[in-house]
């Protein structure tokens, strides 16, 4: 499950909503809307209170990265690992989705909304200034088990590996044409969640199987980004 990344500044409603989402999880708000996330020191078992936000170059009105990093530096076993983007995801999503159940087109989705999470996060946001990694292997952020595509079973390898061929290259920008951070969450098998700005894993077996839909992954990633937090009106799709 993906927690979602609290901006710089916000105002109004969503600012006080995003105050309490980011205090429930363990962060501070400054007084001028900067969210400050309170994080242990691996290094030193002390704890660092820092700001994060968008990299150089980017910032909320202006975020058209269209590039994909070629790894992604990620903290497990208590140290900063550089892992292949391909590796990435495939050993994200066994501990997203449920491979033997999932349908073939919410795992296209998955792989695209995976992928582009990891993007946002070592391209253009940094939560970890301070530090050498761009994202932790947690269940907080994307489930990174590292071995985990490995121990599967060849008839999983193989879901996860046609997915991937289907939609790597993809990825999407919002209506005023900028990369968004991509969130998801299990959700329950059904419709719920059109336009509310997070792809629900189960939700997409919902759409992908049920008869009034029988969505492609494309029409999933549009039912829950178009018209939402992500996305004021219809996102789009490009290629890398």
Same mark, same amino acid.
């Given at each position: 499950?993906?927690?979602?990344?609290?901006?710089?500044?916000?105002?109004?409603?969503?600012k006080?909503?995003?105050?309490?989402?980011?205090k429930?999880?363990?962060?501070n708000?400054g007084?001028?809307?900067?969210?400050?996330?309170?994080?242990?020191?691996?290094?030193?078992?002390?704890?660092?209170?820092?700001?994060f936000?968008?990299?150089?170059?980017?910032?909320?009105?202006?975020?058209?990265?269209?590039?994909?990093?070629?790894?992604?530096?990620?903290?497990?076993?208590?140290k900063?690992?550089?892992?292949?983007?391909s590796?990435?995801?495939?050993?994200?999503?066994?501990?997203?989705?449920?491979?033997?159940?999932?349908?073939?087109?919410?795992?296209?989705?998955?792989?695209?909304?995976?992928?582009?999470?990891?993007?946002?996060?070592?391209?253009?946001?940094?939560?970890?200034p301070?530090?050498?990694?761009?994202?932790?292997?947690?269940?907080?952020?994307?489930?990174?088990?590292?071995?985990?595509?490995?121990?599967?079973?060849?008839?999983?390898?193989?879901?996860?590996?046609?997915?991937?061929?289907?939609?790597?290259?993809?990825?999407? $920008?919002?209506s005023?044409?900028?990369?968004?951070?991509?969130?998801?969450?299990?959700?329950?098998?059904?419709?719920?969640?059109?336009?509310?700005?997070?792809?629900?894993? $189960?939700?997409?077996d919902? $759409?992908?199987?049920?008869?009034?839909?029988?969505?492609?992954?494309?029409?999933?990633?549009?039912?829950?980004?178009?018209?939402?937090?992500?996305?004021?009106?219809?996102?789009t799709?490009? $290629?890398?």
């Open positions: 499950m993906v927690v979602a990344t609290k901006h710089a500044r916000c105002s109004g409603v969503q006080a909503a995003r105050v309490r989402q980011a429930r999880q363990g962060a708000v007084s001028n809307g900067t969210v400050i996330e309170v994080v242990s020191d691996e290094y030193n078992g002390g704890v660092d209170i820092m700001p936000g968008y990299r150089p170059g980017y910032s909320s009105t202006s975020a058209a990265c269209t590039t994909r990093p070629t790894s992604i530096k990620v903290y497990y076993n208590s900063t690992n550089t892992v292949a983007r590796t990435y995801i495939k050993d994200v999503i066994p501990n997203e989705w449920t491979i033997s159940s999932a349908d073939p087109a919410s795992l296209d989705c998955a792989i695209v909304i995976i992928q582009q999470y990891a993007t946002w996060n070592t391209l253009v946001y940094d939560k970890y301070n530090y050498t990694y761009d994202l932790k292997a947690s269940s907080g952020e994307q489930n990174y088990v590292a071995g985990s595509y490995s121990s599967l079973a060849s008839k999983y390898q193989t879901k996860i590996d046609t997915a991937y061929t289907n939609t790597q290259r993809y990825y999407m $920008l919002n005023s044409g900028n990369l968004f951070e991509s969130q998801y969450k299990q959700g329950v098998k059904s419709s719920a969640g059109k336009a509310g700005g997070e792809v629900k894993q $189960l939700g997409c919902y $759409l992908a199987t049920n008869s009034s839909y029988k969505y492609n992954w494309k029409q999933m990633c549009s039912y829950y980004y178009d018209n939402s937090s992500k996305s004021a009106k219809t996102i799709f490009k $290629l890398y």
